[in-house]
């Protein structure tokens, strides 16, 4: 009987120990705020500086606090900015890359004749990443320049 009552009290001791962490925990989560704020003085900063001074590293620090609280789509427009201001290989890729998200989150197909001139234009800037890109999408075929895909839309 005294075993039976010692291991009923160890049962009921480790449950309430982990009902404990468990809710300890769940405050936590709940309690920290998401740390993304697009008004931060840092964030601000760097974007300014990427796309006013065409400043590529304060660029990737903003790319990144973006994509890593999953605010991808709220950056087009300063990969946009970026890409078209300073030529900046890497911002045409991002480009690419956030309109092809976006069309398939939407359930479109990602065919986009804009979103292919992205691509195309960092491939012409030297990417080697857009060049694998194309290279393996074009297939041996002649990788066709950005304003040809333009041209062919009017």
């Given at each position: 009987?005294r075993?039976?009552?010692?291991?009923?009290?160890?049962?009921?001791?480790?449950?309430?120990s982990?009902?404990?962490?468990e809710?300890?925990?769940?405050?936590?989560?709940?309690?920290?705020?998401d740390?993304?704020?697009?008004?931060d003085?840092?964030?601000?900063?760097?974007?300014?500086?990427?796309?006013k001074?065409?400043?590529?590293?304060?660029?990737?620090?903003s790319?990144?606090?973006?994509?890593?609280?999953?605010?991808?789509?709220?950056?087009?427009?300063?990969?946009?900015?970026?890409?078209e201001?300073?030529?900046?290989?890497?911002?045409y890729e991002?480009v690419?890359?956030?309109?092809?998200?976006?069309?398939?989150?939407?359930?479109?197909?990602?065919?986009?004749?804009?979103?292919?001139?992205?691509?195309?234009?960092?491939?012409?800037?030297?990417?080697k990443?857009?060049?694998?890109?194309?290279?393996?999408?074009?297939?041996?075929?002649?990788?066709?320049?950005?304003?040809?895909?333009?041209?062919?839309s009017?």
């Amino acid at each position: 009987m005294r075993r039976i009552l010692l291991h009923l009290s160890i049962i009921l001791i480790s449950l309430i120990s982990c009902s404990k962490q468990e809710t300890s925990v769940n405050k936590t989560v709940k309690e920290t705020p998401d740390k993304f704020n697009i008004n931060d003085d840092t964030i601000k900063r760097n974007l300014n500086d990427a796309i006013k001074k065409g400043d590529t590293l304060a660029y990737i620090r903003s790319l990144k606090a973006f994509t890593v609280h999953g605010y991808e789509k709220e950056f087009l427009y300063y990969a946009i900015k970026m890409a078209e201001e300073h030529n900046y290989p890497l911002a045409y890729e991002n480009v690419y890359t956030i309109l092809v998200r976006i069309s398939e989150e939407n359930g479109y197909k990602t065919d986009s004749k804009i979103g292919d001139y992205y691509l195309l234009r960092a491939y012409e800037l030297g990417s080697k990443s857009a060049k694998y890109d194309l290279e393996s999408y074009y297939k041996g075929k002649k990788i066709p320049n950005s304003k040809s895909i333009l041209d062919d839309s009017k």
